[in-house]
């Protein structure tokens, strides 16, 4: 796993360079930073269940149909699936946001979820509404708590959800 400061001193020695000022001001930038990744990677680890089941409400309200017979998380064990997903995406989202990296999505988590999804007939537009969620619920804890400006918040800590989101919407995999 990458993390913004190995990959950035990573391209400068592929290209025999020392950091220029660019380089320093971008490692700078990420120290700057460290102070809310820490708090939001915190209030994941000690909140995740809490998250997960407040996100999840919210989906299930905005879209009754998913529990209802012949939506996608009716039954106990498709509810508990969906769940155990969120789960997941959150976990690896807090593995990117401490990071500042991205790069973990794409390998451990995006790379073969088309097929896996497609294979099983999961739907992935409840699955971003449920990731958006989670951020809406981690950035509305974080400004509660004074974390940072509400600028910052959302820059920093929505960035590996909206890339989840993204890479999933790509995906455009359909319910059978």
Same mark, same amino acid.
């Given at each position: 796993?990458?993390? &913004? ?16 000022? $660019? #380089? %320093?001001?971008? %490692? /700078? ?45 009716? =039954? =106990? ?11 997941y995406f959150l976990r690896y989202a807090s593995y990117a946001l401490v990071a500042d990296d991205s790069t973990i999505l794409n390998e451990r988590v995006l790379n ?14 409840? =699955?971003?509404?449920? %990731? #958006?969620?989670?951020? $809406? ?6 400004? $509660? ?6 600028? &910052?918040?959302? /820059? ?21």
């Amino acid at each position: 796993m990458r993390d &913004a400061i190995t990959g950035l001193i990573g391209r400068y020695d592929q290209l025999g360079r020392y950091l220029d000022r $660019d #380089a %320093i001001d971008r %490692i /700078s930038g990420y120290f700057s930073e460290a102070q809310l990744r820490l708090a939001a990677v915190e209030l994941i680890n000690r909140e995740a269940a809490e998250i997960v089941r407040e996100a999840s409400q919210r989906l299930w309200q905005a879209d009754p149909e998913l529990l209802l017979p012949g939506g996608n998380a009716y =039954t =106990t064990r498709r509810w508990a699936a969906c769940l155990r997903d969120m789960d997941y995406f959150l976990r690896y989202a807090s593995y990117a946001l401490v990071a500042d990296d991205s790069t973990i999505l794409n390998e451990r988590v995006l790379n073969g979820l088309d097929d896996t999804y497609k294979s099983l007939g999961v739907p992935t537009g409840p =699955t971003v509404r449920s %990731i #958006a969620l989670m951020a $809406d619920v981690v950035c509305e804890q974080l400004s $509660d708590a004074g974390a940072g400006s509400a600028e &910052a918040i959302n /820059s920093i800590v929505r960035a590996p959800f909206e890339h989840l989101c993204r890479g999933l919407a790509d995906t455009n995999v359909r319910a059978r």
